[in-house]
Nanobody
Framework: QVQLVESGGGLVQTGGSLRLSCTASGQTFSVYNMGWFRQAPGKERDFVAGITWNGGSTGYADSVKGRFTISRDNAKNTVYLQMNSLKPEDTAVYYC???????????????????WGQGTQVTVSS
């Protein structure tokens, strides 16, 4: 089992940037694919970005392509989400998630992931 703790959320103006971090503990981080999801009030939890266990492949939701970048540092057991050019519609609670994997592929849905953090609030003011 792995425990995930997110940090780095906050309030930012439109056009600003934030970097979210998610640190894992409990098991070998490098065997897990990692993902970032977000959930706005009254809406479902949606995929934002994902990265394979070795960092070799990444995937993004269309709404964040070109603005957000996911990366990981396996030596630090941490995955990051760099968010640039933020918009009010990016406002949500952001969650990181982990899935133990045995193949190199990306995963895109809530059901694909086994472990979740508690979430961190990102608010973008207009």
């Amino acid at each position: 089992q792995v425990q995930l703790v997110e940090s780095g959320g906050g309030l930012v103006q439109t056009g600003g940037s934030l970097r979210l971090s998610c640190t894992a503990s409990g098991q070998t981080f490098s065997v897990y694919n990692m993902g970032w999801f977000r959930q706005a009030p009254g809406k479902e939890r949606d995929f934002v970005a994902g990265i394979t266990w070795n960092g070799g492949s990444t995937g993004y939701a269309d709404s964040v392509k070109g603005r957000f970048t996911i990366s990981r540092d396996n030596a630090k057991n941490t995955v990051y989400l760099q968010m640039n050019s933020l918009k009010p519609e990016d406002t949500a609670v952001y969650y990181c998630a982990a899935r133990r994997v045995y193949t190199i592929r990306l995963y895109y849905t809530v059901k694909d992931y086994d472990y979740w953090g508690q979430g961190t609030q990102v608010t973008v003011s207009s």
